[in-house]
């Protein structure tokens, strides 16, 4: 984005928002306009204000197993959409502690342990009475035995690993390392179904049934490629920054050379999404205008059986972003768009140097944001934030904190991510260097790893 209409809008946004008074619309009005009367490109100085801390608990889990017997060495993990994630193992008791959590936010706790399939729980701690004097609050967690797994090696057909496949038996999904490997564990007997998906190859089902105290090798399973291009579609239905047509989808046409040039083909899509049969990647550039209730239904059908959907958000609905509707779509996935803006102290630039290690985010050592919206996981167990903000970053209006920036999900078959700035991908200048955004850093890379994930 312009620079002048990002620096300008934030500092009426932030100033509003201390003041308690509702946020006016941009100033300049359609974004990618060159000349702006309103705000200047002078960097928006130190705004102060009283920091209200967040209310905090302190929280104890205890881990046991189907006969209520105290599990050991468990690693517990435990993490929010706008905290930084934090592991601790069960003592000799099964017990593990967490201090200060947010009672504002939505955790997920994830615990694995040898012998037992691994369990996931959904919490909100403010939901939970408080026990003893201190008021903290206390979990207990029951894990299944693994009595059965099942493992397996994707490869293509001439014998090489295929990474990052989607195993989905119905109930669970997992992917293929670096090598093909895959492995799904189960406490009791079951018949599968299962869908092994990878984008530009066919996908394959295989049927196999799972009894207690086995463990299944399916060896290598070959997937065929498809014959033809990976098809990628920019939707222009939701009006892209609040604009229509084709018109709205200028400011990535840098990127969408590059898409092509990668190998992938490009693939218009209709006034709606109701059937997304023909394409293999849709991408939502800051949507704008409400998806109807066919088209969440077939965007939902659409990743289930091997898709992907990308989603490029704004900060604080910037360039006309709708994130109540986006995240109205996104429900069923357990992920959402945060409606707020992340800033790292007076600098619009967010620049990323450390990642979570990931495929998309192999090779990359530098990513630059122009502000972001955060990116959440609101109940999906398959989700993981693979950029986030520093330590010093906050959330307008929030506290200072590590803020997730970008994230990839599995669900079903296919594949989610979300990406809490579109300008990244663009032909914009943000910061004024005469570097368009695109091409900060390894913005490029991100964007084609996304493609390619």
Known sequence: MIRSQRTGLFALTLLLSLSGCPAEPD???????????????????????????APTTNVQLLITDSNVKNVSG????????????????????????????????????????????????????????PVGTDQA??????????????????????GKPVSAAVIFDSKQSTLSDANGNFSLSY?????????ISKQGFNNQIKTQAVLPNQNI???????????????????????????????ALARLKAFQDEVVKAGFGLKPLGENMDNLSDTDILVLTSPNKAFSAEEIGAIQA?????????????????????????????????????EDTLRENNSGMLTF??????????????????QSG?????????????????????????????????LASTYGSGKLVLVGDSSCFSSDDANGNGVPDLREGDNLRLGLQILNW
């Open 27 to 53: 100033p300049c009005g359609t974004p990618g306009t060159a000349v702006c009367p309103g705000p200047t490109a002078t960097p928006t100085p130190a705004v102060t204000g009283t920091v209200i801390p």
């Open 74 to 129: 468990a690693e517990v993990e435990i993490s929010a959409a706008a905290i930084a994630t934090k592991t601790a193992i069960t003592d000799g008791n099964g017990l593990v502690n967490f201090q200060q959590l947010r009672l504002d936010a939505d955790y997920t706790i994830r615990v694995k342990a040898a012998g037992y399939v691994e369990t996931v729980r959904n919490v909100n701690f403010s939901a939970l009475p």
């Open 217 to 247: 090798q399916l060896g290598a399973i070959a997937l065929a490629p498809k014959n033809r291009q990976v098809q990628v579609s920019f939707d222009t239905s939701k009006s892209p920054f609040g604009l229509s047509g084709e018109t």
């Open 374 to 406: 955060s990116v959440q996981i609101q109940g999906s167990a398959n989700a993981k934030v693979v950029i986030r903000t520093g330590a010093s970053s906050f959330r307008i209006a929030s506290n200072d904190g590590s803020f997730g920036t970008v």
């Open 187 to 195: 406490s009791e007997s079951v018949q599968l179904r299962l869908s």
């Open 302 to 338: 659409f990743v289930l059986n091997g898709g992907k959907v990308v989603v490029l958000g704004e900060w604080a609905g910037f360039g006309g972003f709708n994130a109540s509707a986006t995240n109205l779509m996104l429900k069923p996935f357990g992920i959402a768009f945060g």
């Open 353 to 370: 140097n450390s990642f979570s290690s990931h495929p998309i985010t192999d090779s990359l050592k530098q990513v630059t944001l122009y």
């Open 137 to 158: 609050h206390f979990v207990a967690i029951k894990l299944d035995p693994k009595t059965a797994t099942l493992t397996g090696n994707v490869t293509d057909s001439s």
